[in-house]
C-alpha cells in the first residue's frame, strides 16, 4: 500500500549553494582522510573549489526573491549579498590558511579538519542569512557558531587558543540559549515561528505591546548582542579575538558580524517590524554605548588583535545604526558597510597573520614597527586598512560612515549620527598609532625578527612553520582587499549596487 | 491547568542557569548551567506548544536537544584538551589573555 504526501516543493536552484557547500564539506572530509595527511594543498584546493562553486551558485541566484523549503528560508537580496560577502571572506580565509603555523600539530598537517570545519560555518552564515523561521534561525546559528568554538580552540599546543576557544564556547551559547528562550517567548506571545505569521499576529493581531513579546524582544536582542558583540555583551570579543589562530580571527571577526546582523535585520524589521517603537530605543542605546565603549577600550592596546577586536565592538555599534532606524536606507547601509568591513578588516588581519610568521613578535604592535622601509607592500596594506576602519576620506570606510549616517538623520536619529562621528574622532587616536608605528619608528632589534626555528608556538613543526613562500603568495589576495577598499572609496557605486537589493527586497516583505 | 506555572518554572530554571554561568568556577558545571538554560526554554516552548496547541514548539524542542548534544561534545571536547596539557580547569584562573 502506498502513501501518497504532500511534500514540500523545494526549488533545487535556489538552495544550490548550500548544497554545494555540504557537498564541499564532504569532499574536503574525504580527500583528508583518503590523501595523505600532509597534503594540504589538495585539501585547500578541494576547499576552495567547494566555495568557489557555492560563490558562483550564489551569484546566478542573487537576482531571486522567493521561500525556500516550506518558508523556513527566504532567498532574496538581503540573503544572497550577505552569503556571497560570507563566502568570499571564507575564500580569503582558506588562502590565509595554508601556511598558517597553528594548522600543524607535530609535523601533521590539520588543514582536513580547519577547512571542514570552516565550510560547515560558512554554511550556517549562508542559511542564516536567508531564515525566515525561528526554528531555521536557531539550526543556522549553532552551525555557524559550533565550528568556529573549535577553530578558536584549535592550536591545542597553545593555551591562549584553547582558552579562546572555552571562552567563546562559554560566552557563545549563552548567547544562544538567550536567543532560544526569546525565540520560545516571541513563540508563546505569536502562536507561530514563521516571520511573517508573527508580524501578521503582532501588526493586525495588535500583540506589539504583549508582555511575552516584550520579553522575547528583550532576550533576542541580549543573545543576538553577545554574537555580534555589541556593548555591554562584548568582553569576551578581545580576548578570543587575541586567544584564536589568526586565520580564524579574521574569518569571525568579519564573516560571523555580516551573517549575525543580516538575522538580526532580517528577524527585527520583518517578524518584529510591527513593534518597532518598542525595541528602536533600547538598539540606540547600546548603538550609542556600543560606540563609545569600543573605542575607548581600544586606545592603549598594544596587541593588534585586541585592538581590532575592540574596534570591531565599535564598528558593530555604527552598522547596529543601519539597523535600527528600519529603513531601506538604513539597511542599504549596513550591507555597504558590512562589505567595506570585511575588505578593510582582512587586509589588516592578512598583515598581521604575515607578520606573525615572519618573527616572533606574535601580535604586538611592534611586529609592525618599521614596516614602511622594510616591507613596503604588507606596510601599505596595513596603513589603508587602518585609515579605512578609522573613516578617511579616499576609502570605503568614508562612504560606508557617511550612508550610515544619512540613514540615521533620515531616521530621525541624528543624534546617533552625530555619536558616530564622535566615535570616529576618538578611533584615530588607536588607528594612526598603528599607522605611525608603521611608518615612524625604526624596525626592532634584527635579533628578535630571526625567524627562529622555534617560534612562539610550541608543538608545531619546523618544516610547516616559517614558509616564506606561503606568504609570499598571500600578497596578491591582500593587494586585492586593499585595492578594493581604496577603489569603492573613489567609486562606491559598484558596491552601492551591490548593496541596493539587499533593502528593498527586505522592505518589500515588510509591506 | 494554567501555562502560567510552567513559564514561572522554566523562567527560574533558566535564571539558575545563567547565574551559574555567571559565578562558577569549573567548565564543567558551566557546561551543566549552559544545558539548564537550554532545557528551561525546552519547557517554555512544550508549555506554548499546549497552550497554542500546535506542535511548532514541540519540534523546535527536539531540534534543540540535537543542538544542545553538540555544543555540549565541542566544550567537553575542549575541556579534555585542556586537561591533558594540565591546565588547570577552573575558568577564573583561565585569564592569560587578560591585559
Same mark, same amino acid.
Given at each position: 500500500?502506498?502513501?501518497?504526501?504532500?511534500?514540500?516543493?523545494?526549488?533545487?536552484?535556489?538552495?544550490?549553494?548550500?548544497?554545494?557547500?555540504?557537498?564541499?564539506?564532504?569532499?574536503?572530509?574525504?580527500? @583528508?582522510?583518503?590523501?595523505?595527511?600532509?597534503?594540504?594543498?589538495?585539501?585547500?584546493?578541494?576547499?576552495?573549489?567547494?566555495?568557489?562553486? #557555492?560563490?558562483?551558485?550564489?551569484?546566478?541566484?542573487?537576482?531571486?526573491?522567493?521561500?525556500?523549503?516550506?518558508?523556513?528560508?527566504?532567498?532574496?537580496?538581503?540573503?544572497?549579498?550577505?552569503?556571497?560577502?560570507?563566502?568570499?571572506?571564507?575564500?580569503?580565509? $582558506?588562502?590565509?590558511?595554508?601556511?598558517?603555523?597553528? =594548522?600543524?600539530?607535530?609535523?601533521?598537517?590539520?588543514? /582536513?579538519?580547519?577547512?571542514?570545519?570552516?565550510?560547515?560555518?560558512?554554511?550556517?552564515?549562508?542559511?542564516? $542569512?536567508?531564515?525566515?523561521?525561528?526554528?531555521?534561525?536557531?539550526?543556522?546559528?549553532?552551525?555557524?557558531?559550533?565550528?568556529?568554538?573549535?577553530?578558536?580552540?584549535?592550536?591545542?599546543?597553545?593555551?591562549?587558543?584553547?582558552?579562546?576557544?572555552?571562552?567563546?564556547?562559554?560566552?557563545?551559547?549563552?548567547? &544562544?540559549?538567550?536567543?532560544?528562550?526569546?525565540? $520560545?517567548?516571541?513563540?508563546?506571545?505569536?502562536?507561530?515561528?514563521?516571520?511573517?505569521?508573527?508580524?501578521?499576529?503582532?501588526?493586525?493581531?495588535?500583540?506589539?505591546?504583549?508582555?511575552?513579546?516584550?520579553?522575547?524582544?528583550?532576550?533576542?536582542?541580549?543573545?543576538?548582542? =553577545?554574537?555580534?558583540?555589541?556593548?555591554?555583551?562584548?568582553?569576551?570579543?578581545?580576548?578570543?579575538?587575541? /586567544? #584564536?589562530?589568526?586565520?580564524?580571527?579574521?574569518?569571525?571577526?568579519?564573516?560571523?558580524?555580516?551573517?549575525? =546582523?543580516?538575522?538580526?535585520?532580517?528577524?527585527?524589521?520583518?517578524?518584529?517590524?510591527?513593534?518597532?517603537?518598542?525595541?528602536?530605543?533600547?538598539?540606540?542605546?547600546?548603538?550609542?554605548?556600543?560606540?563609545?565603549?569600543?573605542?575607548?577600550?581600544?586606545?592603549?592596546?598594544?596587541?593588534?588583535?585586541?585592538?581590532?577586536?575592540?574596534?570591531?565592538?565599535?564598528?558593530?555599534?555604527?552598522?547596529?545604526?543601519?539597523?535600527?532606524? #528600519?529603513?531601506?536606507?538604513?539597511?542599504?547601509?549596513?550591507?555597504?558597510?558590512? *562589505?567595506?568591513?570585511?575588505?578593510?578588516?582582512?587586509?589588516?588581519? &592578512?598583515?598581521?597573520?604575515?607578520?606573525?610568521?615572519?618573527?616572533?613578535?606574535?601580535?604586538?604592535?611592534?611586529?609592525?614597527?618599521?614596516?614602511?622601509?622594510?616591507?613596503? $607592500?604588507?606596510?601599505?596594506?596595513?596603513?589603508? @586598512?587602518?585609515?579605512?576602519?578609522?573613516?578617511?576620506?579616499?576609502?570605503?570606510?568614508?562612504?560606508?560612515?557617511?550612508?550610515?549616517?544619512?540613514?540615521?538623520?533620515?531616521?530621525?536619529?541624528?543624534?546617533?549620527?552625530?555619536?558616530?562621528?564622535?566615535?570616529?574622532?576618538?578611533?584615530?587616536?588607536?588607528?594612526?598609532?598603528?599607522?605611525? #608605528?608603521?611608518?615612524?619608528?625604526?624596525?626592532?632589534?634584527?635579533?628578535?625578527?630571526?625567524? @627562529?626555528?622555534?617560534?612562539?608556538?610550541?608543538?608545531?613543526?619546523?618544516?610547516?612553520?616559517?614558509?616564506?613562500?606561503? @606568504?609570499?603568495?598571500?600578497?596578491?589576495?591582500?593587494?586585492?582587499? *586593499?585595492?578594493? *577598499?581604496?577603489?569603492?572609496?573613489?567609486?562606491?557605486?559598484?558596491?552601492?549596487?551591490?548593496?541596493?537589493?539587499?533593502?528593498?527586497?527586505?522592505?518589500?516583505?515588510?509591506? | 491547568?494554567?501555562?502560567?506555572?510552567?513559564?514561572?518554572?522554566?523562567?527560574?530554571?533558566?535564571?539558575?542557569?545563567?547565574?551559574?554561568?555567571?559565578?562558577?568556577?569549573?567548565?564543567?558545571?558551566?557546561?551543566?548551567?549552559?544545558? %539548564?538554560? %537550554?532545557?528551561?526554554?525546552?519547557?517554555? !516552548?512544550?508549555?506554548?506548544?499546549?497552550?497554542?496547541?500546535?506542535?511548532?514548539?514541540?519540534?523546535?524542542?527536539?531540534?534543540?536537544?540535537?543542538?544542545?548534544?553538540?555544543?555540549?561534545?565541542?566544550? %567537553?571536547? !575542549?575541556?579534555?584538551?585542556?586537561?591533558?596539557?594540565?591546565?588547570?580547569?577552573?575558568?577564573?584562573?583561565?585569564?592569560?589573555?587578560?591585559?
Amino acid at each position: 500500500m502506498t502513501v501518497d504526501f504532500n511534500a514540500p516543493d523545494i526549488d533545487y536552484a535556489a538552495i544550490s549553494p548550500q548544497i554545494a557547500l555540504m557537498a564541499g564539506i564532504c569532499a574536503v572530509l574525504l580527500v @583528508s582522510v583518503l590523501g595523505k595527511a600532509t597534503n594540504r594543498n589538495l585539501v585547500t584546493s578541494t576547499s576552495l573549489l567547494g566555495l568557489g562553486s #557555492a560563490l558562483g551558485l550564489m551569484i546566478w541566484q542573487s537576482d531571486r526573491n522567493t521561500d525556500l523549503v516550506a518558508g523556513a528560508l527566504r532567498l532574496d537580496g538581503l540573503a544572497a549579498s550577505a552569503a556571497i560577502i560570507c563566502i568570499g571572506v571564507a575564500i580569503y580565509a $582558506a588562502l590565509l590558511g595554508v601556511g598558517e603555523p597553528a =594548522f600543524f600539530e607535530n609535523g601533521q598537517s590539520r588543514h /582536513g579538519e580547519f577547512n571542514a570545519l570552516l565550510l560547515t560555518s560558512v554554511l550556517g552564515m549562508v542559511q542564516l $542569512a536567508s531564515a525566515q523561521n525561528l526554528v531555521a534561525l536557531f539550526i543556522a546559528l549553532e552551525l555557524l557558531s559550533i565550528p568556529l568554538y573549535v577553530m578558536s580552540g584549535f592550536a591545542r599546543g597553545r593555551r591562549e587558543s584553547l582558552e579562546s576557544g572555552l571562552k567563546y564556547l562559554i560566552v557563545g551559547s549563552l548567547g &544562544s540559549a538567550t536567543v532560544l528562550y526569546g525565540s $520560545a517567548f516571541i513563540y508563546g506571545g505569536s502562536g507561530s515561528t514563521d516571520f511573517g505569521a508573527i508580524a501578521a499576529a503582532l501588526g493586525d493581531g495588535g500583540l506589539a505591546s504583549d508582555p511575552l513579546i516584550g520579553i522575547g524582544i528583550a532576550l533576542l536582542t541580549v543573545g543576538l548582542a =553577545f554574537k555580534v558583540s555589541i556593548a555591554p555583551f562584548h568582553q569576551w570579543t578581545p580576548d578570543v579575538y587575541q /586567544g #584564536a589562530p589568526t586565520t580564524v580571527t579574521g574569518f569571525m571577526a568579519v564573516a560571523t558580524k555580516v551573517a549575525a =546582523f543580516a538575522v538580526f535585520v532580517r528577524l527585527f524589521e520583518v517578524a518584529l517590524g510591527p513593534a518597532a517603537s518598542n525595541w528602536q530605543p533600547a538598539l540606540a542605546a547600546l548603538a550609542a554605548l556600543s560606540i563609545l565603549v569600543g573605542n575607548l577600550g581600544a586606545l592603549g592596546q598594544s596587541s593588534l588583535k585586541r585592538l581590532l577586536g575592540w574596534s570591531g565592538v565599535a564598528q558593530g555599534g555604527y552598522m547596529l545604526v543601519g539597523l535600527l532606524v #528600519a529603513s531601506e536606507v538604513g539597511v542599504n547601509a549596513l550591507i555597504f558597510y558590512l *562589505a567595506g568591513y570585511a575588505l578593510m578588516n582582512l587586509a589588516a588581519f &592578512s598583515v598581521i597573520a604575515i607578520r606573525e610568521r615572519e618573527s616572533n613578535l606574535g601580535d604586538s604592535l611592534s611586529a609592525v614597527e618599521g614596516l614602511g622601509g622594510e616591507r613596503p $607592500a604588507l606596510a601599505w596594506a596595513l596603513t589603508i @586598512s587602518m585609515l579605512a576602519l578609522a573613516g578617511l576620506p579616499g576609502t570605503v570606510g568614508f562612504f560606508g560612515k557617511l550612508y550610515l549616517i544619512e540613514a540615521a538623520v533620515d531616521g530621525e536619529y541624528t543624534w546617533l549620527g552625530i555619536v558616530i562621528v564622535i566615535g570616529s574622532m576618538i578611533s584615530l587616536g588607536y588607528y594612526l598609532r598603528v599607522i605611525a #608605528a608603521i611608518w615612524m619608528r625604526s624596525a626592532p632589534d634584527p635579533a628578535s625578527l630571526a625567524t @627562529s626555528a622555534l617560534g612562539p608556538i610550541d608543538g608545531g613543526s619546523p618544516e610547516g612553520e616559517r614558509e616564506a613562500s606561503g @606568504s609570499r603568495l598571500l600578497i596578491v589576495p591582500l593587494a586585492l582587499v *586593499a585595492a578594493a *577598499a581604496v577603489f569603492f572609496g573613489i567609486l562606491p557605486d559598484p558596491l552601492v549596487d551591490f548593496a541596493k537589493d539587499a533593502g528593498r527586497d527586505l522592505i518589500a516583505t515588510v509591506k | 491547568m494554567s501555562t502560567e506555572w510552567y513559564l514561572v518554572l522554566s523562567a527560574l530554571l533558566f535564571s539558575t542557569g545563567a547565574v551559574g554561568v555567571l559565578i562558577r568556577r569549573s567548565p564543567l558545571v558551566i557546561l551543566l548551567c549552559l544545558e %539548564l538554560m %537550554l532545557n528551561s526554554s525546552n519547557l517554555a !516552548l512544550l508549555a506554548f506548544s499546549r497552550a497554542h496547541g500546535n506542535a511548532d514548539g514541540q519540534v523546535f524542542a527536539l531540534v534543540v536537544m540535537v543542538v544542545a548534544a553538540c555544543e555540549v561534545v565541542v566544550g %567537553l571536547g !575542549l575541556i579534555v584538551a585542556m586537561y591533558r596539557r594540565n591546565l588547570p580547569l577552573d575558568v577564573d584562573e583561565a585569564r592569560v589573555l587578560r591585559k
